[in-house]
């Protein structure tokens, strides 16, 4: 096991080799993927969508980040904790993103990462002053899926390639550690990878990053859907189907369990 990688690390990794990102959102996964070698784990708000198959990231609360938190957490990870702020969890005022970042950080979340750019700085500002790191989030930003009119491609008109660059601007100003950039033009985010100093780690905005990031089920192929910037590695989903099909016909067919899965009393032996 190698060591521990703190925001120092993340930060030191621009411009030496690429970062690696993953989303876990439990105790055994967490343990696989830092034993992979990842960088950092995203308790990302996607647990909404692939572990309680809601429709988008939007009902994910405070209770249940803490949730998950506590389970990556309890693994011990080699690799940065990275918690996603739910949507509603910072919008309201400077004073409650700095309390369930807070929440985040002592469920055990090494940095939070919240969706936005230049209209969150201050909240950006605050929570850092109070101590946790914090990885922005640009392009698209999928809790803002309703104003954005969907989860759609980003950055491919002048005007709004140019927002995203000062959103960038804004939130290395802010004192973000690192920047996601989502589903946005791969020149657009390699112009803010020139710019900042900080690294950007993307998913589905091009090669031309610091680092990159995937959602833990996509690569192993836990859905029929992905979407279309993700990779699959894996299908697990027949691997999964395969052995619970085995083990039905195993307990159907009387092949489970073996001599080895049980044991019998000493009642024959014992004594009046
Ligand atoms: O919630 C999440 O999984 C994320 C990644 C897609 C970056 O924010």
Redo the contacts with the bound molecule.
């Keep these: 096991m190698g060591e521990k990688v703190t925001v120092r690390t993340i930060r030191k990794l621009k411009g030496r080799r690429r970062i690696v990102?993953v989303?876990a959102y439990d105790y055994a996964f967490a343990r696989l993927v830092d034993e992979a070698g990842v960088d950092a784990i995203?308790v990302?708000?996607?647990?909404g969508m692939v572990m309680h198959g809601q429709g988008s990231?939007l009902p994910v609360t405070m209770a249940d980040m803490v949730h998950h938190v506590r389970a990556v957490a309890a693994a011990s990870p080699r690799a940065l904790l990275v918690a996603?702020m739910p949507f509603m969890s910072y919008e309201a005022s400077v004073e409650e993103a700095v309390r369930n970042a807070g929440s985040l950080a002592r469920a055990g979340a090494e940095a939070v990462?919240l969706?936005g750019g230049a209209e969150y700085s201050d909240r950006i500002k605050a929570i850092v002053a109070a101590g946790i790191p914090v990885m922005a989030?640009i392009g698209l930003t999928?809790q803002r899926r309703n104003v954005l009119g969907g989860y759609r491609r980003m950055g491919r008109r002048s005007e709004e390639a140019s927002r995203i660059i000062r959103d960038a601007e804004a939130v290395e100003a802010a004192g973000a550690f690192s920047v996601?950039i989502?589903y946005t033009a791969a020149d657009v985010a390699a112009e803010i990878t020139d710019r900042l100093s900080i690294p950007t780690?993307c998913?589905g905005s091009g090669p031309y990053c610091d680092g990159q990031?995937?959602?833990l089920h996509d690569i192993l192929g836990l859905f029929p859907e992905t979407p279309p910037f993700a990779e699959k590695y894996v299908d697990l989903s027949s691997i999964v189907v395969d052995a619970v099909k085995r083990f039905v016909e195993d307990v159907v067919e009387g092949r489970f369990p073996r001599e080895k899965h049980y044991f019998f009393s000493k009642r024959a032996g014992e004594k009046g």
Excluded at 44 to 47: C, I, L, P, T, Y
Aim: hydrophobic fraction near 45%.
């Design positions: 990102m989303t995203l990302g708000d996607s647990v990231t996603d990462k969706e989030h999928p996601v989502e780690i998913i990031v995937l959602v």
